[in-house]
């Protein structure tokens, strides 16, 4: 099993930045892939970022230019730091941590955190 919690939501201003983390504890190491997906109201879970164990790195169009995801394999910890935010990037954003090594950025993932708020203002 995999614990994942998240940290560094909030409500923000458009044009303004976050910075998200995500702390891996339990059956993890720096072989995993590990991502962000994100969930509007009335929207499904969509894929935000994703980095391999290898640092190969993948994002949505979305936030292309935006977004930039990285990890520290000592700490296992993901970070993804959010750029220019808009009001569509408002959103629960979720950590999330594959089931088997050697993943790419895109998954599948299998293991999820509970979600950090994002809000941003127009």
């Known amino acids: 099993q995999v614990h994942l919690v998240e940290s560094g939501g909030g409500l923000v201003q458009a044009g303004a930045s976050l910075r998200l983390e995500c702390l891996a504890a339990?059956?993890?190491?720096?072989?995993?892939?590990m991502g962000w997906f994100r969930q509007a109201p009335g929207k499904e879970r969509e894929f935000v970022a994703g980095i391999s164990w290898g640092g190969d790195t993948a994002y949505a169009d979305s936030g292309k230019g935006r977004f930039a995801i990285s990890r520290d394999n000592r700490k296992n910890w993901v970070i993804l730091q959010m750029n220019n935010l808009n009001p569509d990037d408002t959103a629960t954003y979720y950590c999330?941590?594959?089931?088997?090594?050697?993943?790419?950025?895109?998954?599948?993932?299998?293991?999820w955190g509970r979600g950090t708020q994002v809000t941003v203002s127009s």
């Open positions: 339990g059956r993890t190491s720096e072989t995993y892939a």
């Open positions: 999330a941590h594959s089931a088997a090594p050697f993943v790419p950025p895109r998954g599948p993932y299998a293991y």
